[in-house]
């Protein structure tokens, strides 16, 4: 069963990632970023005298529609307002992770994320701002994703078995990266709602399939599922310093998090640096 959870946890960091990277190819998409450079060409001065103003003429033709004429600024606007959210929930999301469990806070977030990413095309015909708002609430529900990837490998990784899972695991945000400039870029050129709009609604569905059988799969503790072997149980309890008995007393769950070592930590410094860096 922990395998599952595995599997689960690595499809759900592909939903994560691809649903980030989306919107970075469907802006190229989107743009027209002839109209900017031509924009940008009658707005600049020229002391030449004498210049002549030709296109040669193609046999190729582009039929993927660009409707929004956006500056580089209002691009970079858009991109860094995802960021934004996504910093603001990294330790509340941290806190509701460890103390309600990762089944509904990991589902919740990818549903809110996908329905939030089905309503981008939308939003892209009203104003640059409100896409720029609805990525701020796909940063907000993507912020607590990290933190229950630490607590569902706390809770079903066994000691001896944690690096291999956890990078497994991680390994599904490449994966999403990949998968999304990739197949995004083939769907800009395809005649189906537009070409673009596809990047945003398969992110949305796919993220909607994945939080349902989430919910179906993942329980938060090995105690409480019900297609796990009494063998795996024992096994994976032993091995995550989990009470085999009395799930439910609330002094076998109570641990207050070590700030000062944290915070005194080189360890922590240095992946805190790296992270920000990555990032």
């Not at 989107?30 to 193609?58: D, F, G, P, W």
């Not at 795996?232 to 032993?238: S, Y």
């Not at 085999?244 to 005194?264: E, M």
Request: charged share 10%.
């Amino acid at each position: 069963m922990r395998v599952i959870i595995a599997v689960m946890s690595f499809l759900g960091m592909i939903v994560h990632f691809s649903q980030k990277t989306n919107v970075s190819i469907a802006l190229v998409c989107m743009v027209n970023h002839s109209a900017i450079e031509h924009h940008e060409k009658n707005t600049t001065k020229t002391h030449l005298t004498n210049i002549n103003h030709y296109c040669l003429q193609t046999n190729k033709t582009n039929h993927i529609a660009r409707p929004y004429i956006w500056s580089k600024n209002i691009q970079g606007i858009i991109f860094c307002s995802y960021f934004g959210g996504y910093i603001i929930t990294q330790i509340p999301g941290g806190y509701l992770a460890g103390r309600y469990g990762a089944r509904f806070l990991f589902s919740g977030a990818i549903f809110i994320s996908s329905l939030v990413t089905m309503f981008i095309p939308l939003a892209t015909s009203v104003h640059w701002i409100v896409f720029s708002v609805l990525q701020v609430l796909v940063g907000l529900a993507h912020g607590t994703i990290w933190p229950c990837i630490a607590v569902i490998m706390a809770h079903w990784a066994p000691s001896k078995e944690r690096g291999k899972l956890m990078g497994f695991v991680n390994a599904g945000a490449q994966i999403g990266n990949v998968l999304a400039l990739s197949i995004g870029g083939l769907m800009c050129s395809w005649r189906i709602a537009g070409g673009w709009p596809l990047i945003f609604y398969s992110a949305g569905a796919i993220g909607f399939v994945w939080a349902l059988l989430w919910i179906l799969i993942y329980v938060d503790s090995p105690h409480d599922h019900t297609y796990i072997s009494t063998i795996e149980k024992k096994f994976i309890l032993e091995h995550t310093q989990q009470p085999l008995n009395n799930k439910n007393d609330k002094n076998n769950n109570q641990f207050h998090t070590p700030w000062r070592a944290i915070l005194q930590s080189s360890a922590c410094w240095a992946l805190f640096i790296i992270h920000t860096c990555s990032n």
